[in-house]
DNA sequence: ATTACTAACAGGCGAGTAA
DNA sequence: TTTACTCGCCTGTTAGTAA
């Protein structure tokens, strides 16, 4: 069934119920792979029920046949479970290591952060312990916003990945930097105003996140 | 790469970061295909970046590698937007046929639409005329309940599928005969009470269903 | 137990071509 | 132009084993 999953989606994309008039040359070239090998893949997934199919001398229609929407909906199912949304991640207070609070102050990064966060931020950052994997789950499911890297007469300084998120209600950014200098267990929190004492966070204290 | 998306599948399935420890013969198995050939594209798979690995005499550890991820997130994108949720579907009050009248009042029915949807019929359908791609993808984003088929001493009645729905608010359900008696450009509603009636409905008026 | 090499084999692919 | 058949080739698969 999943070797004929590029064609499925490739007819799908088309219109999922939609009679797609086309030929098997043209599919070839879409697929980069012959019309011979076409031909024959559609005359298969016919004979197993994925499509229905009209061949004539001048073009070939198709339509997902039932089991082929089928077949898509849960394979999408699946992927909709292994990508399932995390929409909260806690963590810890953590002591931060003093670095990030140097350069999320820098010109360079600030103008950026104005430009596609929507603020400038205060200049550092709150460190939070977190469950590796939950904070993958939780990255994963927002948006990267990209921080192109600069470089002063000096020294160069690295992109930046950053995720919009709120913090105990309030707007800001985790920031995670290209060359991460520590593990994804703890994570970066930049905002427009100072963390600690708008949200009077001390030292373990529990913190949400949210998108 | 889609010749590895079976096995990316598999492997995300258990968990999209988190190292597997199994072993080539159990993923074979499972996927039912050789040891060696699970052995074989899983080294060619870390060559490609889609996975990390780690063969040991006594197993295998595997975790999705970032191309891995990104490919079955683009994947999932492009199934997302096939299977963009309609939420609404909109069409025009038409005459009945009749036919759905005298089934639905059947207390074969009844007992299970009380049961299955939480509401007795009342005995009659509303007849909607709608574009019959958009009436496919409204029904295929929500879910479908079975209506199981029952037999009388005179003949058999068929199966039926509903959709929970409301139309101009009010809960009923959209009635789908296994064997469809007219095409899918009308479709018939079931309520609780005499939709005409309740909502004033009359001949081509148009309503709203939603999910 | 494992993984993975080698070698034999089967099946899929595409070039050529008929209809 | 099409689709689709035949057939040779080559790739991917598996059986047998080594490590």
Redo the contacts between chains.
Sequence with gaps: M?DY??IL?HI??K????VIKTSTLKIASELDVSQQTVSRDLRDMEKLGLIKREATPNGISIVLDEKG?DF??K??N??????ERKKELCGLITKGIGEGSYYVGLDGYQGQFKKKLGFKAYPGTLNIKVD??DA??FL?SSEMIGISDFSTKKRTYGTLKCYKIKINGINGAIVVPERARHGKEIIEIIAPVYLRDKLGLKENQKVKLSL
């Design positions: 999943y999953i590029e989606m799908a994309k219109g999922l119920f939609d929407i898509l909906k394979h999408f699946e992927l909709n479970k292994i990508f590796e994997k993958l789950s994963n």
